[in-house]
Every structure is written in C-alpha cells, then in structure tokens.
C-alpha cells in the first residue's frame, strides 16, 4: 500500500497528465514496469526518513538481502549538525542483482539524503556504481561511502 502523502498525490497528477498529453498526440505515455517508491520522512527528532522496502518486505517479497547498517554519526559532516548525533542509517540491498532495494536513515536533517536512494532505486543503479558518487566533505551524504563499504566485497565490483 502506498502511504496517502502529498507528494504521491503529485507524482500520480503528473503521469495522469502525461498519459492526458500523449493521448491527444495519438501517442502512448512512457510508463514504468514498477511502481515508483515513495520516499516518507518523520520530522521527529532525530528525523525518520526512507524509502523502497524495509528487510522484512523484501524477505517477505522473496528476495535474499544482506543489510548494511552504520551509526549516523559514521560520517563526519553529521558532527556539523549537532554536537550528540543520535540514529543509524541502514540499506537493504539485493544479494543476487545488486540492486539498492530500500534504505532507512534515522538523524538529524536525514530528510535530506532520502532523494539520493531514491534515485538510486528508481534508475536501478547497481551499488558498484553508487561507490563512485563523490560525496561532498564534510556532509552528512558521506554516509552512503560508510554503507557501502560496509557491504560484502564482491558487491564493489560488476556481477559475473
């Protein structure tokens, strides 16, 4: 079930209007084989923020996962939001494809790196790729390079 959030309600207008346009231009709109994730953030504190699936619903959905998890204070420009960095971040990735499936941050201001695992899923970015993303110093998107790292060495190179 998708959660009923705002910006659900604005993905679903846009391909609605796509599929409007591409029907008037006796076209067919570009959809995608899957459903999009949607990103949900708790602005609590620490903020809750993920997307794609939990562990439990990727087990349950049939894929065979390995779990990367890290404090959120692993990266250094988490020190720069707050002197007490309370939280883990943590992927759930698909042992067999490679594949980012979902990812969970708990922190301050983690709202912010939801988008970048979100497209990672969307565009089925393969996590040897994802280790090539420079992240900024000293910025809290520096935790990706910690849970990725964190991830069994064959995933830091293209699958046979």
């Given amino acids: ?24 231009a006796g076209e067919v709109a570009y959809e995608p084989d899957r459903a999009a994730p949607v990103p949900q953030v708790v602005f609590s504190d620490p903020e809750v923020a993920s997307v794609g699936m939990t562990e439990a619903e990727a087990r349950d959905a049939g ?18 939001l707050r002197d007490h960095v309370a939280g883990q971040s943590q992927l759930v990735v698909d042992a067999q494809t490679h594949l980012l ?20 899923i969307v565009g089925d970015v393969p996590v040897h790729v994802l280790r090539h993303a420079v992240a900024s110093y000293p910025t809290a ?9 964190d991830l069994p060495r064959e995933f830091r190179r293209p699958r046979a």
């Fill in 1 to 24: 079930m998708v959660p009923p959030l705002t910006h659900w309600g604005k993905h679903q207008a846009r391909v609605v209007g796509a599929r409007i346009a591409a029907a008037a």
């Fill in 63 to 80: 894929h065979d996962v390995v779990i990367t998890r890290v404090p959120t204070s692993a990266a250094a420009g988490t020190g720069l």
């Fill in 101 to 120: 499936l979902g990812a969970t941050f708990v922190g301050p201001e983690v709202a912010e790196l939801v988008h970048a695992a979100t497209v990672a």
């Fill in 141 to 149: 998107s520096e935790l990706y390079l910690r849970l990725l790292e």
